[in-house]
DNA sequence: GTGAAGGGCCAC
DNA sequence: AAACGTGGCCCTTCAC
């Protein structure tokens, strides 16, 4: 494929070429960079096509700080602008790139990545890249070769060159292949919404979160001490078991692994169950001291390998801070996931949230939707009773509970309000009979009499789940309220598979629309704050943080709250929306 | 040494 | 007869 491109070197090349460049109404987008990670590496060249002609700008020809280069304003202006539209392939990373080293944000974008796992709708196996995508919708194959190319050399190659042209050009055909398919299969609306939250996406990357390393240490300290008792007392108490075997003393046995732990509690007398996860071995921590004991050498261990030193690794050495990696559509449901590290795990408790805290004289703003799955839930299944435990008072639990049971709101007792809750939460995912009775220590008989209490109480509840599950089964499709698809693909004959996929099928439009409601408040919110203190530092699934100057803290607070609001009476009309908002130096509650 | 699979557990 | 959805990441085990 020949490309036509003019290379810019000078400042009225630049404000001829983003003359003619903004009276497009899309262009191609792209960047070259000499590292992965913006705080570390140089942005070398910025590409626009239209298809027939490509732009390339050396930035390394207008100075060592470009966002503070007055001869860039045209090319800041066009990069920013809502239009052209620009089309760029996992636009979060020009995005972080242009925002750190030009000083704008990137405008119109639409988003060849994003699109592409919008439209495969969770099939797994179809690939993402660029090369893949531009083979899977325009049918042309393209050369990445250039992509790891050294783009720190002074002069770039003219193959640098045709491929970094090229690379822009292919967007444009790929954008029109994709809005049509967009358009067919009636994604349009979940595209804009995706697009539309890459920017605060990549400005909170960018931002990263506060780490409080001592805080951190202190707590590895300590649970090192503790762990290494209970280690040893673990082993003594395992050695009674397989001392026999050796005659240097006391055998070790390794602690993390599986089948040795299995043996040895077998050779105790302890009845293991086939897995020895904790939900199953709890039940016997009150028989088998020895149980007690590895449920809480797990508990330790985990908080040191899993939340221990290697949090410290991912503190930038240049901001000090983490940046973690948020991908937008981590899940086909649409929820983000994050990892490097994953700040969407954190332990609850306030030992580890409270490491995470604002920079000196900022402060955090913690927010976060109140039930919002089950809120959307009682919206799409329109059943009154479930709708009104939401208007009737602060608790909704102990509402449903006093429905369900039959008794007066003051009468609920604790029993009622937590088998309420379990059944609250577990509708949304399809719980059944056999678990319910597991989790509650009822009886079988008596978890399918409070199943059926409890769908008998919401008539319309029981019939929307039915009748969601019998459509995903059918038809394979399940859709969120903004229009997000998703292919279930399940062989028939399998009834175990059957049955997931119709839970999935189920749960999706539930656990999706929440992800679109929490993006629809991301760029409400970016909109909303872009000229204030406020920077996003992370989100997990239902809850927002965002650190701002202490003396706004009361304001931003307002403000994310009536944004976070908005975005969901934007998709959920019957019941109302709640958010719970901190102000607090620490994220935690 | 590396990588994949399986078990386990953290979050929502 | 079925067995509660989505992620990331740790460790062990096993194959290459």
């Not at 490309?3 to 070259?32: H, M, N, W, Y």
């Not at 990263?208 to 300290?221: C, P, S, V, Y």
């Not at 006391?250 to 904790?278: K, Y």
């Not at 009775?437 to 399918?448: D, K, N, P, R, V």
Request: aromatic content about 8%; some cysteine; overall charge negative.
């Amino acid at each position: 494929m020949e490309v036509f491109f003019e290379l810019i070197k000078d400042e009225s090349s630049l404000r001829a070429a983003c003359e003619q460049l903004s009276k497009e109404p899309v262009l191609g987008f792209d960047t070259e960079t000499t590292a992965l990670d913006p705080y570390l590496g140089e942005l070398r060249l910025v590409q626009f096509s239209t298809g027939k002609r490509s732009v390339i700008i050396d930035l390394r020809l207008f100075g060592d700080d470009p966002s503070s280069n007055p001869a860039l304003v045209p090319l800041r202006s066009l990069i920013a602008a809502e239009t052209p539209v620009k089309v760029a392939h996992n636009s979060k990373f020009d995005a972080k790139w242009v925002r750190h080293h030009l000083g704008c944000e990137l405008g119109g974008i639409f988003d060849s990545y994003l699109a592409s796992l919008l439209i495969a709708a969770g099939e797994s196996e179809r690939r993402h890249s660029l090369a893949d995508v531009v083979q899977f919708f325009v049918g042309t194959e393209l050369d990445k070769s250039q992509q790891v190319s050294d783009w720190s050399a002074n002069e770039l190659s003219q193959v640098q060159l045709e491929y970094a042209a090229r690379d822009a050009a292919i967007l444009l055909p790929l954008y029109s292949q994709m809005t049509e398919r967009l358009k067919a299969d009636d994604l349009t609306r979940v595209a804009e919404l995706e697009f539309k939250a890459v920017m605060p996406v990549a400005q909170m990357e960018l931002t990263g979160f506060f780490l409080d390393q001592d805080r951190w240490k202190e707590n590895i300290t300590r649970t090192k001490a503790d762990r290494d008792v209970i280690a040893d007392e673990l082993q003594e108490m395992l050695a009674a078991g397989v001392s026999q075997v050796s005659l240097f003393g006391r055998s070790e046995i390794n602690l993390d692994s599986q089948a040795q732990v299995h043996d040895a509690l077998t050779n105790l007398g302890v009845p293991v169950p086939e897995s020895t996860r904790a939900s199953q071995l709890e039940p016997l921590a009150e028989g088998f001291p020895v149980v007690a004991k590895l449920l809480e050498y797990r508990t330790l261990q985990k908080a040191l390998t899993s939340f221990g030193e290697n949090y410290l690794e991912f503190i930038h050495p240049k901001t000090g801070r983490v940046h973690s990696d948020f991908r937008q559509i981590g899940a086909p449901t649409g929820r983000f996931s994050c990892s490097n590290p994953n700040l969407q795990q954190i332990p609850h408790e306030t030992a580890y949230r409270r490491c995470f805290r604002a920079g000196d004289g900022r402060t955090l703003v913690v927010a976060d939707y109140s039930q919002i799955e089950l809120r959307i839930l009682a919206d799409f299944s329109g059943d009154k009773n479930f709708i009104g435990a939401f208007e009737n008072g602060a608790d909704f639990h102990a509402a449903a509970a006093a429905q369900v049971f039959k008794v007066k709101a003051e009468d609920v007792s604790p029993d009622q309000r937590s088998f309420a809750k379990r059944l609250n939460f577990g509708v949304v995912y399809g719980l059944g009979a056999a678990r319910f009775a597991a989790m509650t220590g009822l009886s079988q008989a008596e978890a399918e009499g409070t199943l059926r209490r409890y769908f008998a109480t919401y008539p319309d509840l029981d019939g929307y789940l039915r009748k969601s599950g019998d459509s995903a089964l059918r038809t394979r499709l399940a859709r969120t309220a903004s229009g997000r698809l998703l292919k279930i693909r399940f062989d028939e004959n399998d009834r175990a598979a059957a049955g997931s996929a119709k839970r999935f099928g189920t749960n999706m439009p539930i656990q999706g629309t929440s992800a679109d409601i929490l993006k629809r408040a991301l760029s409400l919110i970016h909109e909303e704050l872009r000229e204030t203190s406020a920077r996003l530092v992370n989100i997990v699934h239902d809850e927002i943080v965002l650190e701002c100057d202490e003396a706004d803290a009361d304001e931003i607070s307002q403000k994310l709250r009536n944004a976070m609001v908005a975005a969901g009476r934007e998709y959920i009309k019957a019941v109302p929306i709640d958010v719970e908002v901190a102000i607090s130096k620490e994220w935690a509650k």
